[in-house]
């Protein structure tokens, strides 16, 4: 069975702060994939990144960076200088490979950034 | 490109009548999803479409839920009847094929409260 878990549920920093939004996997397989969404209040969900379970080099993009340790089984995503617009939810998220393979979330993580 | 789009955007119901959202995929994508997403947690698949076929429903109430994608386009989901658990966010996504590496493009959501 698959399983993410993101144990900060609120996060609240001011503006121009680093923030690291953790997660945790669990999964059997040897190959699967690690993603994070962004869900403003919209409602839509905004797919970040992907990220196969071979590829360990952390990816910087702008101000938002991840950090995948397989070690650790953690896939962890930092935004530098947050900012107003960086306010959502946030979530991670796990499928295994092969087709028809299901996406497993986490419960998101509610980031505000005060200004 | 035009994203996944969505309707209606909110819904209250009283608790046995029925309802039917509506999903219009982005253009080209042969593969459609159904999510329920309760308050404080993370997106749960219901039925996941490849053109108009069923690939997995096995996380669909069918005793009350069903839904349909019949031309291989858009889909409704409907809930008959409906009860005050199915107060949710429903949401609905594509993707270019079954491909695990393929991302997952989500509309803004149906809410639905059930009183």
């Known amino acids: 069975a698959q399983k993410v878990t993101q144990a900060q549920t609120e996060i609240s920093v001011v503006e121009k702060e680093d923030v690291t939004l953790d997660c945790v996997y669990e999964t059997r397989d040897t190959t699967y994939y690690l993603f994070w969404y962004k869900q403003p209040p919209s409602g839509e969900l905004v797919f970040l990144i992907r990220?196969?379970?071979?590829?360990?080099q952390n990816e910087i993009s702008g101000r938002y960076s991840w950090n995948f340790q397989k070690s650790t089984s953690s896939f962890n995503f930092t935004i530098t200088a947050s900012q107003v617009v960086d306010s959502a939810v946030y979530f991670c998220?796990?499928?295994?490979?092969?087709?028809?393979?299901?996406?497993?979330f986490g419960k998101g993580i509610t980031l505000s950034v005060r200004p | 490109e035009a994203g996944v789009a969505q309707s209606p955007r909110y819904k209250i119901i009283e608790k046995r009548q029925s309802v039917a959202f509506w999903c219009n995929p982005i253009s080209g994508h042969a593969t459609l999803y159904w999510y329920q997403q309760i308050l404080g947690q993370g997106p749960k698949l219901l039925i996941q479409?490849?053109?108009?076929?069923?690939?997995?429903d096995s996380q669909l109430p069918k005793d009350r839920f069903s839904a349909e994608r019949l031309k291989g386009v858009d889909s409704t989901l409907k809930i008959q009847p409906a009860k005050l658990e199915d107060s949710a966010v429903y949401l609905c996504?594509?993707?270019?094929?079954?491909?695990?590496?393929?991302?997952?493009?989500f509309g803004p959501g149906t809410r639905l409260l059930v009183l």
């Open positions: 998220a796990l499928r295994k490979a092969g087709a028809n393979s299901k996406l497993t």
């Open positions: 996504a594509s993707s270019l094929g079954l491909a695990d590496t393929v991302a997952q493009y």
């Open positions: 990220r196969n379970s071979f590829d360990e």
């Open positions: 479409f490849q053109n108009n076929g069923v690939v997995d």
